[in-house]
């Protein structure tokens, strides 16, 4: 009964690849995010969704792309992965509104060789 | 840029004591979030004060808010070898993303 689940929980794949992470919340919530947490721990929003509509996009490559099927589901799809995209990748999910909390899953963590 | 700068970056103590973790931040916020995060894992969020709130209280944290000097802390009292983990302040601007700073390590030893 996880609440915020994220697949796979580790990704070690080739430079120039491209792989996906999926994201699944079950706690009925209309608003997912995206965030690159790098190896000195720092942690940034890539997307926001709510309703299935992306509402932020954070300067992102456009190698990123997020597919929202569903309210309950936010996969991330990367092309052409270089080295500099190395990171754990946390999906998160909350209802709508800054002042509510955010559910994190376990994080990806991304590993470019 | 980053908004919120937290120190110390790292924290050592013995179980019993208490810690205190501070942060900075640089705009004018709509309310501050801390978050726990342990080794391998993703963020949990522990307690929220919003920017008219002064202190709030949780278990064993209490946080504090000064809009004046735009900075808070984090106080964890009587720590557990449990309480071991990452903390991060994250800002709330009304610009519907949460704004993290780089965390402070606490390490609590038995």
């Known amino acids: 009964d996880t609440a915020v689940s994220q697949t796979p929980k580790y990704l070690v794949t080739q430079m120039g690849n491209d792989k996906s992470i999926k994201c699944e919340q079950n706690?009925?919530?209309?608003?997912m995010y995206w965030y690159k947490q790098d190896s000195k721990k720092f942690l940034k929003i890539m997307f926001s969704y709510n309703n299935k509509e992306l509402i932020i996009n954070e300067t992102v490559p456009n190698r990123f792309s997020p597919k929202s099927p569903d309210k309950a589901h936010l996969n991330l799809h990367i092309n052409s992965l270089e080295l500099g995209d190395s990171a754990v990748y946390f999906c998160?999910?909350?209802?709508?509104?800054?002042?509510?909390?955010?559910?994190f899953g376990d994080g990806t963590r991304l590993s470019i060789l | 840029s980053q908004q919120g700068e937290e120190d110390p970056q790292a924290l050592s103590i013995q179980e019993g004591e208490n810690a205190t973790m501070n942060c900075s931040y640089k705009?004018?916020?709509?309310?501050l979030q801390w978050y726990r995060q342990n080794s391998g894992r993703g963020l949990v969020h522990l307690i929220l004060?919003?920017?008219?709130?002064r202190e709030k209280h949780s278990g064993r944290l209490r946080v504090t808010l000064d809009t004046s000097k735009k900075s808070s802390s984090l106080l964890i009292t009587a720590s557990r070898a449990a309480d071991t983990a990452s903390y991060f302040c994250a800002t709330w601007s009304g610009g519907g993303k949460l704004i993290f700073g780089q965390g402070t390590e606490l390490s609590v030893k038995p």
């Open positions: 998160a999910s909350s209802q709508a509104g800054g002042d509510q909390p955010q559910h």
């Open positions: 004060i919003r920017s008219n709130e």
């Open positions: 705009t004018s916020i709509n309310n």
């Open positions: 706690l009925g919530h209309d608003t």
